[in-house]
């Protein structure tokens, strides 16, 4: 079993739709969790990081359930910039060391 | 401000050849890592490496690899008698390092593409 898993998608959606994407992980130890961005295999980019609580950056929800070991992204209006891959990761490591793992990415197209 | 820059941002070698690919750290960063991205899979960790001393390196190959991070200079990950099944993006990463715990943020350079003919 993969550490980090998610659908790869293409998720294929037209402007201001909304899209959710799911990810479970293996590790019950894994300290901190993020959603990054990745486009066409450049470097990426940390999107937001994941809280029980749940947290929003603007169209953006992230959420986090521990006892699941689930981790889901929403996109509200989704823009045509939103296409990308979206990455989840987990971190392994502990104080100071970033050990993350990452899933092989959720494929998100835009279209108008 | 510059980030990570990494380099070169193409790599072409043939079997056999050696490959040394290059990550300057954002400024005032201490700690570095390098991941490893093939084709249609995620990236993996390889190595993690503070000034002088290599941290953790769960994640690199047994042989052929090496990685160091010298107190001048930039961090260097050497691959060598490179085969085809080591082409991929290779992406260094740097972090402040001041222990502020498990969410400091990893800040990414744009990668090294390695491709061997």
């Known amino acids: 079993r993969k550490e980090v898993e998610q659908d790869p998608g293409p998720f294929n959606v037209p402007e201001g739709a909304t899209v959710a994407f799911n990810c479970t992980y293996s590790?019950?130890?894994?300290?901190?969790f993020f959603w990054y961005r990745q486009d066409c295999r450049k470097e990426p980019k940390l999107l937001m990081s994941v809280y029980s609580s749940g947290n929003e950056d603007g169209r953006f929800t992230a959420q986090l359930n521990r006892a699941s070991q689930y981790i889901s992204l929403l996109i509200r209006d989704s823009k045509l910039s939103d296409s990308a891959t979206y990455l989840c990761v987990v971190n392994l490591g502990n104080t100071g060391f970033q050990k993350l793992v990452f899933g092989t990415g959720t494929r998100l197209l835009v279209s108008p | 401000n510059a980030g990570v820059m990494q380099n070169p941002r193409h790599l072409v070698r043939r079997r056999g050849q050696e490959a040394r690919l290059r990550c300057s750290p954002m400024?005032?960063?201490?700690?570095v890592y390098w991941y490893r991205q093939l084709p249609e899979e995620g990236l993996k960790f390889m190595v993690y490496?503070?000034?002088?001393?290599?941290?953790?390196e769960s994640g690199m190959p047994k042989e052929r690899f090496s990685a160091e991070f010298p107190k001048e200079g930039p961090s260097i990950l050497r691959i060598q008698q490179v085969v085809r099944g080591d082409s991929a993006a290779y992406f260094c990463a740097s972090s402040p390092g001041r222990g502020t715990g498990v969410s400091e943020k990893l800040f990414f350079g744009s990668g090294t593409q390695l491709s061997v003919l």
């Open positions: 590790n019950s130890a894994s300290q901190s």
């Open positions: 490496l503070q000034k002088e001393n290599i941290i953790d």
């Open positions: 400024k005032g960063h201490s700690h």
